[in-house]
């Protein structure tokens, strides 16, 4: 069985992104009833699924996706809570409807509401609804609600807590994933979310939060951002920092994605990175889309690269199957594993 | 010959420090006279030279450093632009003391007086006084001043313009190098580094910078951030984003260096990027000291694994000394190329 960790609803039906721009209208303008979530039919959904992601899930021989809603949408620099408590529930009720449409093919992982300087409590409610009422799997956790002016705490401060002790009750990951870029040094796709994945991991060196929370799990996506590729360097600074050998300090609880699209890339990760934390993952219909002139197959094909690494197979259950069960348990209940 | 185009003076005498102390001191006291820069003698300045950059240098073979003043301590946040151009001066003044008395293995590059929010103009005049008068080959450029708050345009707006005409009138590049971070989300060398490395080529690839300096060049130091290890998400925006290859489009002006510690790391480096954009660098008595105990070698010994990527002699000429004097035309005139 072959499990994709990370993809986006980001060809979710446009009635969606109507409700979210009356809900900024509404914000903008005098205060006017909150808008409804969107009237979306079966069918509205199922198109918007089969031609694009699940065509290509099928195309590409991958049988289960673990899907959340739309990165750049979750727009957390939007400071309303009301608002982002209304805009996530919208979220993550309408990739719940494809995980009931689809009930083999997708497996739910939220958007929580979070707000630039506002509490965890309104995030760790959604959490909850999410993985006690809808089946989720996972979630996405932004380290920086305010869209690339990183003003909040770094993921190590005790702010964050809470949200680690509702991780851990319920027994699945956050997979630490920015939004939109407010800042126009970073581009979403080509610095801010790269750079997120590199400073987290750095957090995650410098601080010890896995002394505290010795079963936590955190998925860092897109590769591990920058690190594979510095792997020496950040061996030699948690040295110099005084930390253990990072298999033991932080790779217990880290896992990096396979969403690098080219083969050099995904060949270093397996170089570098024990094969136990690497999940397999494609975020298609994501960043990158289309085809490399190059291969003449799509970038975010990632299931190619990682066939030809040269792994055997015990390497290639952990990285399609068996670490995804073991990061996201709640996955067995959803798509028990094949005797 | 070989040409190590990317270390600091992390080393100097503790006095300069003392300099920049009574500096930061004035600053949040009560206003004083100016302090003046520390009175260092050659035989100090030679001593924390020998001691360390060049005992390294000699013991890797490596015959020539274009050294600059220490890149975290640069902090460009600090807001006052007389207590920058002092500070700037005074480290630019010890560079220039350790090239002339080691002219033969060190090509001075400067640091420049930016501040957070500030004009160009005293970065543009302190580099022609570096470029003229102590026969600099080049600079380092912060896209940050703020240090991690990211405040400053993207270097492709025209706000960075006078500086790139200064550049090319003067035929110096500019190393793009951030200083401290003030953000506590950002470890100084394990993200904010990295991270300005990969929002840089990012803008670069967004915006047509070279087609309004065609001559311009620009290092992007670290190996380059992320981007080597994600050079198909690099390759696939571009195209995304309308943007020619990326060989047209940046790669004539961009240049990445080796400071990247370890072997799998550089491998990529080569596999990825063509020889011609990569020189040499080790940032040696940088961001990762020691040795690695997997390997018995220091981790910045970049020489190393450079010497085991399996290059050809022209290769390794261009690595190690041909593309330096490409980029850094100015060097020709320090050290004449040996026929």
Redesign the interface.
């Known amino acids: 069985m072959i499990i994709d960790c990370h993809g986006h609803y980001t060809t979710a039906p446009a009635a969606h992104q109507a409700f979210r721009d009356a809900q900024l209208a509404g914000l903008a303008g005098p205060r006017r009833p909150a808008p409804e979530p969107a009237r979306i039919s079966d069918d509205e959904i199922r198109e918007s699924i089969e031609t694009t992601q699940l065509k290509l899930l099928r195309e590409r021989g991958v049988d289960l996706m673990i899907f959340s809603p739309q990165a750049s949408a979750m727009a957390h620099h939007v400071p309303d809570p009301a608002t982002a408590v209304a805009w996530s529930r919208a979220c993550n009720d309408l990739v719940h409807r494809v995980t009931e449409l689809f009930p083999r093919r997708f497996a739910g992982a939220c958007q929580l509401p979070q707000t630039p300087g506002g509490t965890l409590d309104d995030a760790i409610g959604e959490l909850r609804r999410c993985v006690t009422q809808l089946g989720f799997v996972g979630c996405n956790l932004n380290?920086?609600p305010s869209g690339?002016?990183?003003t909040?705490?770094?993921l190590t401060d005790r702010f964050w807590y809470p949200m680690y002790e509702a991780l851990v009750e319920l027994d699945v990951p956050a997979m630490i994933h920015v939004s939109a870029s407010c800042?126009?040094?970073?581009?979403a796709?080509?610095?801010h979310y790269?750079?997120a994945d590199?400073?987290a991991?750095?957090?995650l060196?410098?601080g010890d939060l896995f002394a505290d929370f010795p079963t936590l799990r955190l998925v860092i996506p897109?590769?591990g951002?920058?690190v594979?590729?510095?792997?020496?360097?950040?061996?030699?600074?948690a040295?110099?920092l005084g930390r253990p050998p990072l298999g033991e300090h932080v790779m217990r609880n880290v896992f990096f994605d396979t969403c690098?699209?080219?083969q050099?890339?995904i060949?270093?990760l397996y170089?570098?990175v024990d094969v136990d934390n690497i999940l397999f993952a494609s975020e298609l219909h994501g960043?990158?889309?289309?085809v490399?002139p190059?291969t003449g197959h799509h970038?975010d094909d990632t299931k190619r690269y990682v066939d030809n690494v040269g792994l055997g197979p015990e390497a290639l259950a952990r990285t399609y199957e068996l670490n995804a069960r073991r990061v996201y348990p709640r996955l067995n209940a959803i798509a028990p594993a094949v005797p």
């Open positions: 380290p920086d690339g002016h990183w909040a705490k770094p800042n126009p040094n970073f581009h796709l080509g610095a790269l750079n590199t400073t991991f750095m957090q060196v410098q897109h590769g951002g920058a594979p590729y510095h792997w020496g360097r950040y061996r030699g600074l040295d110099r690098v699209y080219h050099a890339g060949d270093l170089r570098v960043a990158v889309r289309g490399d190059e970038w």
